[in-house]
């Protein structure tokens, strides 16, 4: 039987245990301040993606760990599709210009083969930081932050597409209605590509020029998440896995080609050319009322950090109130690139670089990033979504939150093996090369001919295995 | 002493001139020749991004790399931009420099004004005729739209029947007042009482231009080829601008193609080895032209 002083002792604890989660989530940051004051009067270096990402360390952490350490932080600003050429570049040559990296996932295993990223598991214990870790969403927790078993990234942007459309063309009665009576169900968000296609062409035909029905970016060098995403929830796989024979020229490749290059006609002109920041303008301009892409669309057409200098380049939102969130067609999105902080195998000063990572991506640090209106960080932890801040932010950050959290939990991997950076262009050039031709069998056919050719190159039995591994993760095919 | 002396003295005497030079020649021999060898050494090995075997591979990306398409295609794009800018530069620089050869008032801010494209660097041309194609918000769209009386979207990054004339609107824009600059000096130089006597004896234009010009201004005519020619061949900045090598890899150049493997792919040793062919192409070809050229004399 239990005693008065048990159920005292009980009932404070339990009283007293969000204050020991807090405590011990502040404890990753205030620890990484406390055991980097020795390293004050240092510089470390780090790796961001060029342009609005580093803003982040350039005017936020960067001089907040300054402030909090002594330690200075120096900003290496580099394109994306540079990161890992560049980071490769430093370790081959041994120069090591960079202690801390930010580094694209699925790059991962090429950098820890290659050895230029250093193993964090010692770090974090010492640190105490595994239980912080814990609070990172499971589909970027479980996916991004382990080679072998071993820890070498922080996940740290919560990168996932998500599909945006206008709710104010979607709940038109007007609309509604007609919609209805030629194609028999609700005019709403998409759930399968038919209806996308469906519904895109129905908002072209009644509101073109003013508004086409949807818009992506189609151009180098993202457009293959799309394509990843699509080919899979459609029912394809990458490789044969007994052989490796790349099967991604099957029926369902060539079909989705074919219609990627259908749904161009009910885009506006030119579509074909569309990068990140095309398609942006365009979203904002309320010249499409449906596309996909990352959570930053989410909070700028919402006109959150309008006033920031940092965003002059973002065309003002005439769409603001307007935007509704869902999860993209199929209901699987691809979570596409994100970024991991880890550590310069070639690091002269390790411990330091680890301090000053594990204080960026820690859940008190985190949370303020991600706010941060000029940055391109997304939530990417359970209590980023939870975030009564966060949520406060604007009228629909809500839903918002909601959406990247199931979009998240949902999400389907970027393909991860080794020389990873090969497939991605391949299929990006299949990609343009399906834009310029029109032919969709022969641009999958040489897509497929380009694959098979690079896995003979890496080694078919080396990537046998990573693709297995990869394979046999459960955000990698629908189930 | 004093014979040990003048022996070394006289030594120094007959070979000053290589002594002098020595230093120089080390520098040049450091940061030419050396990676001249490490490079064929390297060749020869497998470096790639994942492995480091250094040992000896004999030929094997040589033969990759002839049975390798995408080189081919490399190959044949860099010269289909080659055969069409090179003559196109040549001409338009030569009809300029005839045009500017009279004193017209305000010659001198013309001509200032005409070699600004040449000043800019490739990146910056190839940015600016990128916006220039936009199909939004490009003016050459536009202006087509205007004159075909409908708008008309053109595709200049995407068409296949496009990409080329955009690759080569942007080369020969830039670099035409190249040309135009040195056949202008060339052409100031040619005799004109040889000129003025050809007139009277009512020579035709052409036998005035292949008789007179060309001999005087072949000098200066050869060596801008060489330039722009070995320059077009290396073309890299305004066509990664412009495309990156796409659609697909349809505009991929030589240059583009070593980029990718060597330095996004990593292919350390098989970059090697078409470097080292490309080095043995454009020498053959360059000694062979040179002869030509002293033959012409």
Known sequence: ?479 | MTARYNRLSTLIDRNFGRIAAAPAIAVLLAVSLFPLIYTIVVSFQNLTMLDSDTSFQGFMHYRAALFDTRLWAALGHTTLILVIALPLEIILGYVLARLFLEQLPGRQVFVALLVLPTVLSPIVAGATWRLMFDVRFGPVGQIVSWLVGEPVTMLWTVNPTLVYPAILICEVWQWTPFMFLLLLAALSNVDQGQLEAAELDGASGWRVFSKIILPAIRPVLVIAILIRGLDIFRIFDVIWVLTEGGPGTMTETLSIFTYQIGFVQFDTSYTAAISIMVVLALTIALTWALRRVEALK
């Open chain 1, 1 to 479: 039987m239990i005693t008065r002083r048990e159920l005292i002792g009980t009932a404070s604890l339990f009283a007293l245990a969000p204050r020991f989660a807090f405590a011990q989530g502040a404890n990753a940051a205030a620890t990484a301040v406390e055991a980097a004051k020795k390293y004050a009067g240092t510089e470390i270096s780090i790796v961001w993606e060029a342009g609005l990402q580093s803003l982040d360390p350039l005017n936020f952490s960067g001089p907040k760990w300054e402030e909090l350490t002594g330690i200075k932080v120096n900003v290496v600003e580099v394109p994306t599709d540079q990161m890992f050429t560049k980071i490769m570049q430093d370790y081959r040559s041994g120069a090591a210009a960079y202690d801390a990296l930010n580094v694209i996932p699925s790059w991962m295993p090429d950098l820890v083969k290659a050895g230029a990223m250093e193993p964090l598991d010692a770090f974090v214990d010492q640190y105490g930081y595994r239980d912080e870790l814990q609070d990172i969403a499971a589909a970027y927790r479980d996916n991004q932050m382990k080679v072998d078993e071993k820890i070498y990234g922080f996940p740290d942007d919560g990168d996932v597409m998500l599909l945006y459309y206008r709710k104010d063309i979607f709940e038109d009665p007007a609309m509604q209605e007609e919609f209805k009576a030629k194609h028999g169900y609700d005019l709403a968000p998409p759930t399968d590509w038919t209806q996308f296609a469906q519904i895109g062409q129905f908002i072209t035909d009644k509101m073109a020029p003013t508004t086409y029905g949807a818009g992506f970016f189609r151009s180098a060098p993202y457009n293959h998440y799309m394509f990843q995403e699509r080919f899979r929830m459609e029912g394809g796989k990458f490789f044969d896995a007994g052989s490796m024979a790349c099967t991604v020229n099957s029926e369902v490749g060539q079909k989705v080609f074919e219609m990627m290059l259908a749904e161009n006609k009910f885009m506006p002109p030119g579509v074909e050319q569309w990068n990140f920041v095309d398609n942006l303008a365009n979203f904002l301009q309320g010249l499409t009322a449906m596309t996909i892409s990352w959570p930053p669309y989410g909070r700028w057409a919402a006109g959150y950090g309008s006033g920031e200098e940092a965003l002059n380049w973002v065309p003002k939102t005439q769409v603001a109130g307007k935007v509704g969130y869902a999860l993209t067609p199929l209901g699987r999105p691809e979570l596409g690139v994100g970024f991991a902080l880890g550590v310069s195998s070639t690091s002269k000063n390790k411990e330091a670089a680890y301090l000053f990572i594990q204080w960026l991506n820690s859940k008190e640090t985190s949370l303020q990033r991600v706010m941060l209106p000029y940055t391109l960080r997304d939530p990417f932890r359970t209590s980023h979504y939870e975030s009564a801040e966060y949520r406060a932010l604007w009228p629909d950050a809500p839903a918002y939150l909601d959406t990247i959290k199931t979009s998240g939990e949902k999400g389907l991997l970027d393909l991860s093996l080794l020389q990873q950076d090969k497939y991605d262009t391949a299929m990006v050039q299949a990609i343009t090369n399906l834009w310029a031709t029109g032919d969709a069998k022969a641009s999958i056919d040489a897509l497929a001919a380009e694959f098979d050719a690079i896995t003979q190159k890496v080694g078919v039995d080396k990537q046998k295995e990573i693709y297995s591994a990869w394979a046999a993760k459960p955000g990698a095919y629908p189930a």
